[in-house]
């Protein structure tokens, strides 16, 4: 993991781009790409506040869950 205090991480120029796992839909999760070892995530009605930092190995466990129904 090369970023070892992620409360250092500057996000304010950060490209936010609604996830393709959201869907149609009009409120959604939104990711910002350009962070080799993690995932920035944040609520589209909350752009202000607080972002969610997930290593991308646990995202994509998370992501492929989910397409495996595994959260019925």
């Known amino acids: 993991m090369r970023h ?3 409360r250092a991480l ?3 120029n ?3 781009r609604k996830s393709t796992y959201s869907g149609h ?3 959604c999760v939104q990711v910002a790409d350009g962070f080799p ?3 920035p995530l944040r609520d ?3 752009p202000g506040g607080p972002t969610l930092l997930v290593p991308t190995d646990a995202w994509g466990d998370f992501i492929r869950n989910v397409k495996d129904e595994r959260f019925g």
Request: glycine content about 0%.
């Open 10 to 12: 500057d996000l304010d």
């Open 4 to 6: 070892t205090d992620w």
């Open 14 to 16: 950060a490209v936010w």
């Open 37 to 39: 070892d993690l995932i």
């Open 25 to 27: 839909q009009s409120d």
């Open 44 to 46: 589209s009605k909350a």
